[in-house]
């Protein structure tokens, strides 16, 4: 099993930036999809963003062009730097690593406010 721990959390005004951080117990080399979701207040998780070990990355339509995923498998990490965050990107947002895991971290909360 592989554990995870996101950090980078925080309060940040509209418009701000926040980069989060997810480092992982073992290697995730072997681990073809690592990903993010996040879970407002009163609503469902939802996926964000993931990235494959090739290097190709998905968003969700509300996150693109603002969010980036990316992966560093030499210190077994994922971020995902977040720009131009609004208000409803306020969740707490957790880290996934896929098959043959399906492991996640306890998440980090994010909050945009003014």
């Known amino acids: 099993q592989v554990r995870l721990v996101e950090s980078g959390g925080g309060l940040v005004q509209p418009g701000g930036s926040l980069k989060l951080s997810c480092a992982a117990s073992g290697s995730i080399a072997s681990i073809v999809t690592m990903g993010w979701y996040r879970q407002a207040p009163g609503k469902e998780r939802e996926f964000v963003a993931r990235?494959?070990?090739?290097?190709?990355?998905y968003y969700a339509a509300s996150v693109k062009g603002r969010f980036t995923i990316s992966r560093d498998n030499a210190n077994n990490t994922v971020y995902l730097q977040m720009n131009s965050l609004k208000s409803e990107d306020t969740a707490v947002y957790y880290c996934?690593?896929?098959?043959?895991?399906?492991?996640w971290g306890k998440g980090t909360l994010v909050t945009v406010s003014s």
């Open positions: 990235i494959i070990s090739g290097g190709s990355t």
């Open positions: 996934n690593a896929g098959y043959p895991y399906n492991a």
